[in-house]
């Protein structure tokens, strides 16, 4: 659908540059599933002469032969094995592209041999143009980008493909208001499966899909972990602990109620997957015991909090979304605090030209956001307030107290404070001290939306 990619320029030019190329090219494409790359390669190469093939659980070669004989009849004079195919094909197409290339490895894990024997015999003088894409981030990373890969050093270029920026949403729903931006982003991130899914206002949306016998929102979850894990209840475990604020290992443990078990195998998968991640006070280093869990994308915190614990009575058709309206005001307070930060980050030059942005949290202070530049010795302290008509005056005197606590170049640092609120009751900025409502982080979308 194109409107996946209004999104994905760079994403596009970088794919037209690999494939103008005049050599010999293999680029790894990987990311969670549903995050749209699939279409992002089928639209790049719908004008080039290629071979598409979606790998599944066995017979792959067969399978693949087969797929290559109904697009070029001439192919029934060969033998059935990789290395035939793919001589064959250096001469017959432009792109030969390999999807859900991890189904492959499990099928058989020699194919990455195989691979770099054929790329090393057969493609490597010609100008024709490979793609491997994968879901399983956790296995194309370890087993194709690895520098122990057996391709480790023939593929020319890699990407991963991540959410759509929340600033990019508008081209989703052109005309929508910011504060519907939010909600929507609360349910669907940026994954452009979900965004496509919405095709009227958010509430009606949700209330019709919640009703509906065959929603998505039922069994999406477990259809992705089902991909990734084989036993998937520890799991689902940690991840609903952590979407309900269990974000150290003993808080986790304790909501499993397996005080004495070893989960960071558990949590090392789910990180490796991309589900979870882990978050450290922004000057702190990566090794830091401060680490703290969280759930990586909006779906999967929205899904643990509002589908996943009532799902009996969504099957019995009996849930009322109302339950969801009367507290997604209380959800939404994180997922604006991240859209405050993609908004610092997208307008850092007029503010300053910072390197470093993060949370910070010591004993029982926390800010929700510090921006930092190590040269020049600036800090911005930032608190993020889904309320209207808020009253700055109280908040900013509480955040200047708690920022003298962050001990960073104290002496040195020039020192700023921000707000961020859906309202004020007043509005004063100053060199030092800025007010973000709404109506400021609507002015960021590009082009601009209309009022919320």
Same mark, same amino acid.
């Given at each position: /659908?194109?409107?996946?990619?209004?999104?994905?320029?760079?994403?596009?030019?970088?794919?037209?540059?690999?494939?103008?190329?005049?050599?010999?090219?293999?680029?790894?494409?990987?990311?969670?599933?549903?995050?749209?790359?699939?279409?992002?390669?089928?639209?790049?190469?719908?004008?080039?002469?290629?071979?598409?093939?979606?790998?599944?659980?066995?017979?792959?070669?067969?399978?693949?032969?087969?797929?290559?004989?109904?697009?070029?009849?001439?192919?029934?004079?060969?033998? /059935?094995?990789?290395?035939?195919?793919?001589?064959?094909?250096?001469?017959?197409?432009?792109?030969?592209?390999?999807?859900?290339?991890?189904?492959?490895?499990?099928?058989?894990?020699?194919?990455?041999?195989?691979?770099? &024997?054929?790329?090393?015999?057969?493609?490597?003088?010609?100008?024709?143009?490979?793609?491997?894409?994968? &879901?399983?981030?956790?296995?194309?990373?370890?087993?194709?980008?690895?520098?122990?890969?057996?391709?480790?050093?023939?593929?020319?270029?890699?990407?991963?493909?991540?959410?759509?920026?929340?600033?990019?949403?508008?081209?989703?729903?052109?005309?929508?208001?910011?504060?519907?931006?939010?909600?929507?982003?609360?349910?669907?991130?940026?994954?452009?499966?979900?965004?496509?899914?919405?095709?009227?206002?958010?509430?009606?949306?949700?209330?019709?899909?919640?009703?509906?016998?065959?929603?998505?929102?039922?069994?999406?979850?477990?259809?992705?972990?089902?991909?990734?894990?084989?036993?998937?209840?520890?799991?689902?475990?940690?991840?609903?602990?952590?979407?309900?604020?269990?974000?150290?290992?003993?808080?986790?443990?304790?909501?499993?109620?397996?005080?004495?078990?070893?989960?960071?195998?558990?949590?090392?998968?789910?990180?490796?997957?991309?589900?979870?991640?882990?978050?450290?006070?922004?000057?702190?280093?990566?090794?830091?015991?401060?680490?703290?869990?969280?759930?990586?994308?909006?779906?999967?915190?929205?899904?643990?909090?509002?589908?996943?614990?009532?799902?009996?009575?969504?099957?019995?058709?009996?849930?009322?979304?109302?339950?969801?309206?009367?507290?997604?005001?209380?959800?939404?307070?994180?997922?604006?605090?991240?859209?405050?930060?993609?908004?610092?980050?997208?307008?850092?030059?007029?503010?300053?030209?910072?390197?470093?942005?993060?949370?910070?949290?010591?004993?029982?202070?926390?800010?929700?956001?510090?921006?930092?530049?190590?040269?020049?010795?600036?800090?911005?302290?930032?608190?993020?307030?889904?309320?209207?008509?808020?009253?700055?005056?109280?908040?900013?005197?509480?955040?200047?107290?708690?920022?003298?606590?962050?001990?960073?170049?104290?002496?040195?640092?020039?020192?700023?404070?921000?707000?961020?609120?859906?309202?004020?009751?007043?509005?004063?900025?100053?060199?030092?001290?800025?007010?973000?409502?709404?109506?400021?982080?609507?002015?960021?979308?590009?082009?601009?939306?209309?009022?919320?």
């Amino acid at each position: /659908m194109v409107i996946q990619f209004r999104d994905r320029v760079e994403e596009l030019k970088e794919l037209k540059d690999v494939l103008d190329s005049d050599r010999f090219e293999l680029t790894v494409i990987y990311g969670r599933r549903r995050i749209g790359k699939t279409e992002l390669i089928l639209s790049a190469t719908e004008n080039r002469k290629r071979i598409y093939y979606l790998a599944v659980g066995e017979r792959n070669l067969e399978r693949f032969y087969q797929h290559c004989l109904r697009h070029l009849p001439e192919v029934s004079r060969l033998r /059935m094995d990789w290395e035939t195919l793919f001589e064959f094909l250096k001469n017959n197409v432009e792109v030969i592209i390999i999807d859900e290339f991890q189904n492959l490895i499990r099928e058989d894990e020699n194919i990455l041999h195989i691979l770099q &024997s054929i790329t090393d015999s057969t493609l490597r003088d010609s100008q024709i143009k490979m793609f491997l894409l994968g &879901s399983s981030v956790s296995m194309m990373t370890s087993k194709v980008l690895s520098y122990r890969s057996p391709l480790y050093g023939r593929r020319t270029g890699s990407m991963e493909l991540k959410a759509i920026p929340f600033f990019e949403l508008n081209k989703f729903f052109p005309g929508y208001g910011i504060k519907e931006l939010i909600e929507i982003y609360g349910l669907a991130d940026g994954i452009p499966l979900y965004l496509i899914k919405i095709d009227k206002r958010f509430w009606p949306w949700l209330r019709e899909e919640i009703t509906r016998g065959r929603s998505f929102l039922r069994d999406e979850v477990d259809f992705i972990m089902r991909y990734e894990f084989e036993d998937v209840s520890t799991y689902k475990l940690i991840l609903e602990a952590i979407a309900h604020g269990k974000t150290r290992v003993n808080e986790i443990k304790d909501f499993m109620n397996v005080r004495r078990t070893d989960i960071s195998p558990y949590l090392r998968n789910l990180l490796e997957v991309r589900m979870i991640q882990r978050t450290i006070p922004v000057t702190e280093k990566t090794t830091s015991r401060k680490g703290r869990y969280y759930l990586s994308d909006n779906f999967l915190k929205f899904w643990f909090r509002y589908i996943y614990p009532n799902m009996s009575a969504i099957e019995e058709g009996i849930y009322d979304i109302k339950q969801i309206k009367a507290d997604y005001n209380s959800y939404l307070g994180p997922v604006f605090e991240n859209v405050a930060r993609q908004f610092l980050i997208k307008e850092r030059k007029n503010i300053f030209d910072f390197n470093q942005i993060g949370r910070w949290w010591h004993k029982d202070n926390e800010i929700d956001l510090i921006a930092l530049n190590e040269q020049t010795k600036k800090a911005l302290f930032c608190e993020c307030k889904w309320k209207e008509n808020i009253n700055p005056g109280k908040i900013l005197n509480e955040l200047r107290i708690k920022s003298g606590d962050f001990r960073w170049h104290n002496s040195e640092r020039t020192e700023y404070h921000a707000l961020f609120a859906k309202s004020f009751k007043e509005k004063i900025n100053t060199p030092n001290t800025m007010l973000f409502d709404l109506k400021d982080l609507e002015k960021a979308f590009n082009p601009q939306i209309a009022g919320s």
